[in-house]
């Protein structure tokens, strides 16, 4: 059976990486194991991506066993030089669309999961890991599930906004018609960088996110609109995208544990006022993700019929596209920095005979340039992985970057420090 991409699918190319180091063996039959009974759960990972005359089309139930790699590391370096190997491979047209390395160490290993983001957002690879890991000491069944697409998704034709939509799509289609051309790729120096906050502050900024009554997303944001203003001035991104995760409940096509490239996305303005203080913008910022996760949930139906009026540029096109984005906007990303929020990372069950010891990832594109910060929780800390291409951000203004936002989070640490020493002083009385 053969599906052809959507316009949304054939736009997302690039990969994704998890690193999940693990404390402990993991014996590779129970690995072979247990990714082969993942494979038989999701329909993605037992696609194939065939190119034919009229686009491309996923291959349904057309691929072989998920390729799995081990390999002896003796040192950091040849550590670092296969992660390095595996986050940049391209998916053989072949291959399924997801890969898994063991890298064995002296105390345990790495184990890298690596998908096509076409057919998995961050959500779905650590359903992916958690899965995984389960399957090599526990036998407890997956259930399959019916293959899903955004046109499943997508609001049915005929809708009361589809002939606006329809000129809307036609302007656009009509814009891109007139961009030449390029047959030379744009070049993707990719940039990738990590900082973390110590569990202490940690501590502190939740704490301080239930006394002012928001969520960590809300003073997350607050923070890091002041640290682009800090950091890039007047070449700060216009807006950050916050990536939606559509399962739980809210998109009745989605359940929990399915894999599906991604859902929609709201957008908060950067250097808008908002008060002085970190906690007003705080506050504001809450108030305003509420109404636009509400009003996205309900317009992803339609954005995906919209979507679909849309021409996939070609690959000259594309390439045109991105060329045209570092001349006219602030960063090559058309003005806008994402953040994504994994929240706390747990993909352990109580029984594991093995450890967690660290969790980071890492994203390569080939089309667009990505851009933006992705925020989790590990073992008590804050962590926050930077994204991005040096066409976007010098490495410079990423340094910028991490200081600004690391010397807002300790400005707050302080300040709470401040208010609890008074209180502390009189009970030691």
Known sequence: MMRKLTTIERLIDGNITYRLTIEGALPVERLRAALDRVQRKHPALRMLLREESDGLYYALDAAGPVPLRVAICTSEQVLAGEIAREEASVFAPDEPLLRVAWLRTARGGVLLITTAHRICDGMSILTLARELLAGLHSDAPLLPYAPISPLDVAAPPGGPEERRQRMVAAVINGLIAVIPPSRRPPR??????????????????????????????????????????????????????????????????????????????????????????????????????????????????????????????????????????????????????????????????????????????????????????????????????????????????????????????????????????????????
């Open 188 to 429: 993707h120096d990719t940039l990738r960088r990590e900082w973390h906050v110590d569990a202490g502050l940690t501590a502190v900024l939740k704490h301080r996110c239930r006394v002012e009554q928001v969520s960590m997303h809300a003073a997350l944001l607050a923070i890091l609109d002041l640290a682009l203003q800090s950091a890039l001035g007047k070449r700060a991104p216009t807006r950050i995208d916050n990536p939606i995760d559509a399962r739980r409940g809210r998109l009745a096509q989605l359940k929990d544990d399915m894999l599906f490239f991604g859902g929609g996305s709201f957008k908060i303005e950067v250097g808008r006022e908002r008060g002085a203080d970190l906690w007003e913008r705080a506050r504001d910022i809450y108030r305003e993700m509420a109404g636009k996760m509400e009003q996205e949930l309900l317009a992803i139906p339609g954005k995906y019929r919209f979507c679909e009026m849309l021409k996939p540029p070609s690959e000259h096109k594309l390439n045109a596209i991105v060329r045209l984005g570092d001349a006219l906007s602030r960063n090559g990303n058309w003005n806008q920095f994402s953040f994504s929020n994994l929240g706390p990372i747990d993909l352990l069950e109580a029984q594991a005979p093995f450890r967690l010891e660290d969790f980071t990832l890492s994203v390569r594109s080939f089309g667009v340039r990505p851009l933006g910060l992705v925020a989790f929780a590990l073992h008590g800390r804050l962590r926050f992985v930077f994204i991005g291409e040096e066409q976007c951000m010098s490495a410079a203004q990423v340094d910028a970057l991490e200081q600004a936002f690391m010397g807002v989070l300790r400005e707050q640490a302080a300040h709470r420090r401040r208010e609890v020493e008074p209180a502390v002083t009189l009970a030691v009385d």
